[in-house]
């Protein structure tokens, strides 16, 4: 007599959607910050940061003595001013950004003040998921609140504390080291490329691109 045939095995099978719904529901609500959005402000604030880098001079260039002298006139010193700031303007936003760094780095307190404030920014507003209301103590605050009681946090504490004026005397320091050293570099002997000809045109649009709305695609 013959056997019986064997079925067979059954394959384990696993639902997607109860796979997903499982974190949500031992989380108990989403994350209150847009990842997608935020992960896409990042990459545009690096990519940009590095297209800017790639129109850096070489240090070497920007400090060499010989050339370096008195101008003759008022004139003679914003001319070289000019054209230096054209050709050296990668450097020079790195060079007043770190007069702007050891200003905060020097004040350990203020810079603590004003990472708190930009993480609220962002954390609160900028890149919260629009269908994730603020709730605080209880209360669940709009996003004209929200913004209203942000505007208000950073005017008491950019006006009541240190951190505006350290923000002032680090970007004065940076653009005095920049102006002096814009008037007294000769630039005869720098050759702009023709596509960077326009003072700042190209280093403005890297430095400045990653700041387009992170939702609009563009």
């Not at 719904?21 to 609500?29: E, F, L, T, V």
């Not at 990459?43 to 920007?62: Q, V």
């Not at 936003?93 to 003040?113: E, M, R, Y």
Request: charged content about 15%.
């Amino acid at each position: 007599m013959a056997s019986a045939p064997t079925p067979p095995p059954l394959l384990p099978v696993t639902n997607p959607a109860a796979a997903g719904s499982s974190p949500a529901a031992g989380g108990g609500s989403d994350a209150p910050i847009a990842t997608p959005a935020f992960r896409l402000f990042l990459s545009r604030l690096s990519d940009s940061a590095r297209r800017s880098l790639s129109d850096r001079r070489p240090w070497g260039e920007l400090v060499d003595r010989s050339a370096f002298s008195k101008p003759d006139s008022l004139s003679d010193a914003t001319s070289r001013l000019r054209r230096n700031l054209a050709y050296f303007r990668v450097n020079y936003a790195a060079v007043v950004a770190f007069a702007l760094g050891a200003s905060l780095l020097a004040h350990p307190f203020s810079l603590l003040i004003l990472l708190g404030l930009l993480a609220a920014w962002c954390f609160l507003y900028l890149f919260r998921a629009s269908d994730q209301p603020v709730v605080l103590f209880g209360r669940t605050f709009s996003d004209r609140e929200t913004l209203l009681g942000l505007v208000g946090a950073s005017f008491v504490l950019l006006f009541f504390t240190s951190v505006l004026s350290l923000i002032i005397s680090g970007l004065l320091v940076g653009g005095a080291l920049v102006a002096a050293h814009g008037a007294f570099r000769v630039p005869e002997d720098l050759f702009l490329d023709e596509p960077n000809a326009a003072p700042g045109n190209s280093a403005a649009q890297g430095l400045l691109s990653f700041l387009g709305a992170p939702g609009s695609g563009v």
